[in-house]
């Protein structure tokens, strides 16, 4: 029971926390077109447009966040055998 609260208590920081650094470099990275977006204000419509994000992004974010929070245990919690 002690590793399985230890591997989910991991698993929920290491994604908390890879969501944090994805975000981090999105916005770091994230180049803003301020003259087209002027360009444009005056004729905007009604209709919203929603643009998808890539699907596999978080997907991959829990799969190196699971990996580690696997392997978690083992480096914080010592065997009891001994």
């Known amino acids: 029971m002690k ?34 977006a002027w360009g444009q204000s005056g004729s905007l419509s009604s209709s919203v447009i929603i643009k998808e994000s890539p699907s596999f992004s978080p997907f991959l974010l829990a799969f190196f966040a699971a990996t580690i929070a696997y392997f978690a245990p083992k480096i914080f919690i010592k065997n009891s055998s001994n």
Do not use: N, R, W
């Open 3 to 36: 590793k399985f609260i230890v591997f989910s208590i991991s698993f929920l920081v290491l994604f908390g926390a890879f969501q944090v650094i994805s975000g981090y470099f999105m916005t770091l990275f994230y180049t803003s077109d301020v003259p087209s």
